[in-house]
Nanobody, 123 residues
Framework: QVQLVESGGGLVQAGGSLRLSCAAS????????VGWFRQAPGKAREFVAC????????NYADSVEGRFTISRDNARNTAYLQMNSLKVEDTAVYYC????????????????WGQGTQVTVSS
């Protein structure tokens, strides 16, 4: 089992950047695929990006492709989401999640979730 803690959220103007971090409890973080999801007020949670266990495979939602970059540092048990050219519609609570690496990077279910970090983009 792995515990996840997100950080790095905040208030930023449209066009700005933020980097979110997802720190995992020590253990077998390198064996997990990691995903980022977000949920805006009144909307369903949606997939943002994912990365496989070794970082060689990534996937992005169309809405963030080219603006967001997911990465990971297994030596630090941490995954990241670099968000550039932020838009007002990116405002949401962002969650990181993990699942067994054998399942790969994808949009399906994840087994472990963090508590989320708020990202607010102002116009």
């Amino acid at each position: 089992q792995v515990q996840l803690v997100e950080s790095g959220g905040g208030l930023v103007q449209a066009g700005g950047s933020l980097r979110l971090s997802c720190a995992a409890s020590a253990g077998t973080f390198s064996s997990y695929a990691v995903g980022w999801f977000r949920q805006a007020p009144g909307k369903a949670r949606e997939f943002v990006a994912c990365i496989n266990w070794n970082g060689y495979s990534t996937n992005y939602a169309d809405s963030v492709e080219g603006r967001f970059t997911i990465s990971r540092d297994n030596a630090r048990n941490t995954a990241y989401l670099q968000m550039n050219s932020l838009k007002v519609e990116d405002t949401a609570v962002y969650y990181c999640a993990a699942r067994d690496g054998i399942r790969g990077c994808g949009t399906g279910s994840y087994d472990y979730w963090g508590q989320g970090t708020q990202v607010t983009v102002s116009s």
